[in-house]
């Protein structure tokens, strides 16, 4: 079976019939195996940005996968629309301030908007962080006073003029993203939910502060949909801070995880001391990102928390 029958039966196999595409010579093997199938059905545009929008549209009406195909070269540039810049190189506490080694980053995303350019982007959508704003007390928004305190949150703070200020060069709307805590499936194990689920999993008990801090989680999933409505309806040059918009004392968050997994609801609590300088409050103020694009979470701590210790694979606890 040649790759493109495989490609073509994995589609038909997940219910992926409707297609969209413009032809050219490099994509005949695909739209030849798409026509064998028998069960999927290809709809041709006049350009390739048209296939794009047409799979976008698919994908919103219906809830399944939109898939384009284009030709190679700028047939397949002209699919793509918005380039999300995610990339960040050393984030682990041991590296998180290091300015030299935050500086690359800086590099990188500079890189990044100029391989936006070269692609035929017309929008850029970079991911910032609530570290930009240092220790502050409220919800955060785009007029919040910047003031980072460690070379992570300096380095992205930088990245999001610089970023901005090249776009405006190219040409390319820019939009920056100050994501707050987001939590789900294949999160790092050293954030507090996940170590909190797999301590009490593995049958030790985690130890946690008083856990008094005004927290804002939010759902991988609904994070992504935040994404991709900030890329189809975001305005050029805003900043957006992403998070559920409903803080939480943290004590609630731990209470929810003990109750799901059949532990005493305080399981943990108050065992260790605040940090030095702990942050007590990280809240998202999402009312600017609802009005420009209709963003709301839809998934609860508890389903979300549900969907994530569902997806733990217990053989590695």
């Known amino acids: 079976m040649l790759v493109c029958d495989l490609i073509a039966k994995y589609f038909s196999d997940n219910d992926i019939l409707d297609i ?20 999927i059905i290809q709809h041709l545009s006049y350009h390739e940005q048209g296939s794009a929008f047409c799979a976008c549209g698919y994908a919103q009406s219906t809830g399944k996968i939109g898939v384009a195909y284009a030709t190679s070269g700028p047939g397949a ?24 080694l935050q500086e690359k980053n800086i590099k990188y995303s500079l890189d990044a908007v100029n391989l936006a350019k070269k692609l035929g982007c017309k929008k850029f959508v970079g991911a910032g962080s609530q570290t930009e704003y240092g220790r502050v007390e409220g919800k955060l928004n785009a007029s919040t006073p910047i003031n980072p305190d460690i070379a992570y949150g300096m380095a992205k703070y930088a990245v999001g003029r610089l ?47 008083k856990c008094e801090q005004k927290w804002d989680y939010l759902f991988s999933e609904d994070a992504g949909r935040a994404f991709f409505l900030i890329g189809e309806k975001g305005k050029a040059n805003k900043t957006y ?41 990280l809240e998202a103020d999402i009312s600017e990102l609802t009005a420009d694009t209709g963003f709301l979470p839809s998934i609860s701590f508890e389903e979300g928390l549900k969907r ?9 606890l």
């Open 20 to 39: 969209f595409g413009y032809p050219g010579g490099m994509v005949t093997y695909l739209m030849d195996a798409f026509s064998r199938n028998g069960k």
């Open 77 to 100: 540039t002209n699919l793509i629309d918005v380039f999300f810049h995610f990339a960040w190189g050393n984030t682990d506490k041991t590296t998180r301030n290091d300015p030299i």
């Open 163 to 209: 970023t901005n200020l090249r776009c405006r060069e190219f040409g390319i709307e820019h939009i920056w993203v100050r994501i707050l805590s987001v939590y789900g499936i294949y999160d790092n194990p050293n954030t507090m939910i996940s170590y909190a689920i797999n301590e009490l999993l593995a049958g030790r008990e985690p130890e946690f502060t």
């Open 241 to 281: 801070c992403l998070g559920s918009g409903i803080p939480r004392p943290l004590a609630d968050y731990v209470k929810t995880i003990n109750k799901l997994l059949d532990k005493p609801e305080n399981t943990g609590i108050g065992k260790k001391d605040y940090a030095p300088n702990q942050v007590m409050h």
């Open 308 to 316: 994530t210790i569902n997806s733990i694979d217990f053989g590695n």
